[in-house]
């Protein structure tokens, strides 16, 4: 109270509280005295802000594996538990980490990071079952371990991310449709924030993030919404060294019929060509491919054709 952080209990309580202990609702002991030793060294222990002591603990592995997980449904769930929801699980004892991989059944896995503080039981929800529990992310300090380690996974530092980039680039520049489909389906089972419900442009933001990564690697241009011919085209890959363009029209569909999915891919080729994306392209490179790509969901489908330029 001298110090001045008899008002900071809030702050505390928000990033480091949501456990229970013999049935007593505590807080991280860790965090809090790691809080407590930095603020009183500062001068104003009064303005110290919380920070995250969890992540320096340990390697976060866990998550690592967790947000890796190859079952769209179980990474909606995951993203549920990020945005603050609770998720009904069924415990399952005798789990240890040696055991834990990507393919490991979700509710082993998550009763693991139930153990290990990574998720904590929600005692306000009410199960639908005597045999569920619902369970959520503790408090702010752990939320952000799971964010820091989603920005990691979903960009160029991730060395694994950035070889699915590079090989999405190369299907784009060689025309294959079906590969490009292919490795947009796999990318999205694994990324986060991409429910059934996500409007056109967050796909159009996760591809433009994807393509930006490899693209800038490999020395291409990509434009984003850029104007050409009579209207804007979604994104706009730029090859000078092999004289290749690529045009990219998206579409979503609000149909699991994938005839659906093939007239949409198509209708967006057909408006690639109606407003002239590739007017002025076509006087710059030999080949102008042009895409349209359809998501539903975690799904996707790609339709390809392509212009060249006669000798």
Same mark, same amino acid.
């Given at each position: ?31 809090? =005295?790691?809080?407590? +030793? ?94 569920? %529990? ?45 590969? %490009? ?7 999205? =089972? ?29 020395? =291409? ?6 104007? +050409? ?8 890959? =730029? ?25 949409? +891919?198509? %209708? ?31 799904? +996707? ?11």
């Amino acid at each position: 109270k001298d110090c001045g952080m008899e008002n900071r209990l809030p702050d505390v309580i928000s990033w480091y509280d949501g456990y229970s202990f013999a049935g007593k609702e505590m807080l991280c002991p860790w965090s809090v =005295l790691n809080f407590l +030793c930095d603020a009183l060294r500062t001068a104003d222990p009064a303005a110290f802000q919380p920070r995250n002591y969890w992540a320096n603990s340990s390697g976060n592995d866990i998550i690592e594996i967790c947000m890796k997980r190859p079952d769209s449904g179980d990474s909606q769930r995951i993203q549920h538990l990020i945005d603050g929801g609770t998720e009904e699980i069924e415990l399952c004892e005798f789990t240890s980490y040696p055991e834990i991989t990507a393919d490991t059944d979700f509710n082993i896995f998550v009763t693991l990071m139930l153990h290990t503080g990574y998720l904590t039981q929600d005692r306000n929800a009410v199960p639908s079952a005597s045999d569920f %529990t619902p369970v959520k992310i503790p408090n702010q300090e752990v939320t952000e371990c799971f964010r820091n380690k989603a920005k990691y996974l979903f960009s160029g530092s991730n060395p694994e991310w950035k070889r699915k980039s590079r090989d999405l680039l190369k299907a784009l520049l060689e025309g294959d449709a079906r590969r %490009t489909s292919g490795i947009i389906r796999d990318m999205l =089972l694994t990324f986060l924030s991409v429910r059934d419900t996500a409007y056109e442009s967050v796909y159009h933001a996760f591809l433009l993030g994807v393509l930006g990564i490899a693209a800038k690697t490999s020395g =291409l241009e990509i434009k984003s919404n850029s104007e +050409c011919g009579d209207g804007f085209s979604d994104i706009v890959l =730029l090859d000078d060294g092999r004289g290749i363009a690529v045009i990219i029209e998206f579409k979503k569909s609000s149909s699991r019929s994938r005839d659906e999915w093939r007239r949409l +891919c198509e %209708t967006a080729i057909a408006q690639i060509d109606s407003q002239s994306y590739d007017f002025d392209l076509r006087n710059d490179y030999d080949i102008v491919r042009k895409y349209g790509i359809v998501f539903y969901g975690k799904n +996707c489908e790609a339709v390809h054709r392509e212009y060249r330029r006669e000798e």
